[in-house]
């Protein structure tokens, strides 16, 4: 049974760090990974997506990486602001689970101004 | 174009009360699925549509959860009996089709409180 792991559960930066959270699952035989970002009150919102024959996927300050033989992935924010201020999820959809997508518990994150 | 949307927003019900939590895709898309997230955790699958059929109803935790999508298009998550442990956030997202490949838009989901 696949599962996914999100450390740490909670982190506060000032503004401006650089930061990275980290994602572990248990089988590697996934079709893809993503990351979302939840704000409180909202639905999700996909950031990246990556495809299991890919290493990494960028968009803007976020980059994504995914070592599927480890089972790892990872979200590096750059120079990061208050406005990134929220839960972000890391979710994988596997081949033996087709259309289901199994996330993590969700790393919180607070930027401080 | 609209995204998926859900209604109502937030529903307060007393323990052993009927719920109705309703979906309404985005149009065109031929999927649907509900999770369930509770406080701190992750969303959690509980069944898909592909179609007006249940694909996979694995992840409903027992009888007192059922869903419907008569027409193909909206969906309505039925809970019996509610207990205190099902609240949650019910969200509902769709996809073009059922495939890993079809990337799954999130609705704002429904936040339910039991009493």
């Known amino acids: 049974k696949q599962e996914v792991t999100q450390i740490p559960a909670a982190l506060s930066v000032p503004e401006g760090e650089n930061l990275v959270l980290n994602c572990s699952f248990t089988?590697?035989?996934?079709?893809?990974l993503q990351w979302f970002r939840q704000d409180p009150g909202k639905g999700l919102t996909s950031l990246l997506l990556?495809?299991?024959?890919?290493r990494e996927q960028t968009s803007g300050r976020l980059n994504a990486s995914l070592d599927k033989s480890s089972g790892r992935s990872t979200l590096y924010i750059a120079a990061s602001q208050p406005g990134d201020s929220a839960t972000y999820l890391c979710a994988v959809t596997g081949y033996s689970s087709a259309s289901k997508i199994i996330f993590g518990s969700g790393t919180r994150l607070s930027i401080r101004p | 174009g609209a995204g998926v949307s859900q209604t109502p927003s937030n529903k307060v019900t007393e323990k052993g009360k009927y719920v109705e939590l309703r979906c309404d895709p985005i149009?065109?898309?031929?999927?649907l699925y509900w999770y369930r997230q509770s406080l701190g955790q992750g969303p959690e699958f509980l069944i898909y549509f592909q179609g007006t059929g249940a694909a996979d109803d694995s992840g409903l935790p027992n009888d007192r959860f059922f869903a419907v999508r008569p027409e193909g298009s909206v969906s309505t998550l039925k809970i019996q009996r509610t207990e205190r442990g099902d609240s949650a956030v019910y969200l509902c997202?769709?996809?073009?089709?059922?495939?890993?490949?079809?990337?799954?838009?999130f609705g704002p989901g429904t936040r339910l409180t039991v009493l």
């Open positions: 089988d590697s035989a996934i079709y893809n």
């Open positions: 997202a769709s996809s073009l089709t059922s495939g890993e490949s079809d990337e799954q838009f």
């Open positions: 990556i495809q299991s024959s890919q």
């Open positions: 149009s065109g898309h031929t999927a």
